[in-house]
């Protein structure tokens, strides 16, 4: 057996590891590269849900909690300089979404023997969002940084083609390449799904948070009382009881039922006939690609990030401006009226670009290469 110092020696460090898409998308790649010989250290900035799992894989875990960036730079610092020290055959930081990023770098500033990998996994067009001067102060400055720092990295990976382009555009970048998440384990058989303006079956999956646009959704359903459906909410977060008051002012408790989070995501696509995304920015959502794979017809606002890259610029879905009930609630409408169906020719050939295996080996060759 071989011993973990003549490991090739992989740190992720990430702000939350939590119940997630992106967290999903790590969790997928460690035990991938745990299976090929990579030792693994996982630091997160606050707590780790997954942190039994990964150490029962063998894998270290450190969580740094703290809300002062001077102490998570020292802290990250130490750590990494005490794995360089312990001559591994290569020791590289894989850091993730942008203001880890930033801290990963500073970190590192001046340290030999480190490869720096620096992934988006959300979208770095969501700090140009804000809802207040506050946000807006501490956005501009993130922005700002990311900028200065991102061209000292080894190497960038992005999520869609479309935070790619985003990155190279304003950032001066040139080592970047586009990964698409593992978002399914397999590409799925040809589904029919049935859907009449008699009944539909709505679902919602993700985080219930603000810049998610689930309230876009519940706005958009007000607008069709007349017509039969139901919406179910997969999810949980802060913007649950908004949610919930929303409903009641608008009695809607008979066609929206929230379901909290399911980890079993074959019952939560099972009868579906349309699902919804009204995200204001987007990395590239998991549940979107598993939607399409579970041969469902997705609606998708136009937001920053890799939303339209999913449903192929239009060929498998239907999008609505970002924030617009109105539009949606025509989209909706199209949908219901016109019967449509997925062609499952063009989904079954587009579902193999995010596979577990495709994602995992793209990201195997880089870390053997770099």
């Not at 039994?52 to 703290?66: P, T």
């Not at 408790?253 to 579906?272: C, L, M, P, S």
């Not at 995200?279 to 998708?300: C, D, R, T």
């Amino acid at each position: 057996m071989v011993s973990k110092i003549n490991k090739k020696r992989i740190i992720f460090f990430l702000p939350n590891f939590i119940r997630g898409g992106a967290s999903e998308s790590i969790l997928k790649l460690v035990k991938f590269l745990v299976n090929h010989n990579f030792s693994i250290m996982i630091i997160s900035l606050n707590k780790n849900f997954y942190k039994r799992e990964l150490i029962k894989i063998g894998c270290d875990v450190f969580e740094i909690h703290s809300k002062r960036v001077s102490f998570a730079i020292f802290k990250l610092r130490k750590l990494i300089k005490s794995e360089i020290s312990k001559n591994h055959d290569k020791t590289i930081l894989i850091s993730n979404i942008h203001y880890a990023n930033i801290i990963s770098i500073i970190s590192c500033f001046n340290l030999d023997k480190i490869k720096i990998i620096l992934t988006e996994r959300s979208s770095i067009t969501e700090l140009k969002i804000f809802d207040n001067f506050f946000k807006y102060l501490k956005n501009r400055i993130i922005f700002f940084l990311a900028k200065y720092f991102y061209k000292f990295a080894d190497l960038i990976i992005t999520n869609s083609q479309f935070e790619k382009n985003f990155i190279k555009k304003n950032f001066n970048v040139k080592k970047i390449r586009c990964i698409y998440p593992p978002s399914i384990s397999h590409v799925k058989k040809s589904k029919q799904i049935k859907n009449s303006l008699n009944f539909v079956k709505i679902i919602y999956v993700g985080r219930l948070s603000k810049e998610k646009g689930v309230i876009t959704i519940l706005r958009a359903l007000t607008l069709l009382k007349k017509y039969k459906f139901i919406l179910k909410i997969y999810g949980d977060g802060s913007e649950k009881e908004n949610l919930q008051k929303f409903i009641n002012l608008n009695k809607l408790q008979k066609k929206v039922v929230f379901k909290g989070f399911v980890k079993n995501k074959d019952i939560v696509f099972k009868d579906a006939d349309l699902f919804i995304n009204a995200s204001w920015f987007e990395g590239l959502p998991n549940a979107l690609v598993q939607s399409i794979n579970n041969s469902i017809y997705p609606i998708v606002s136009r937001s920053p990030g890799g939303n339209f890259e999913v449903i192929k610029h239009g060929k498998l879905g239907l999008s609505f401006k970002s924030n617009d009930a109105n539009d949606l609630k025509n989209k909706i409408l199209f949908f219901l009226k016109n019967k449509i169906k997925l062609n499952q020719k063009l989904r079954i050939n587009h579902m193999n670009n995010f596979t577990e295996k495709k994602s995992n080996i793209n990201y195997l060759k880089i870390l053997n290469k770099i």
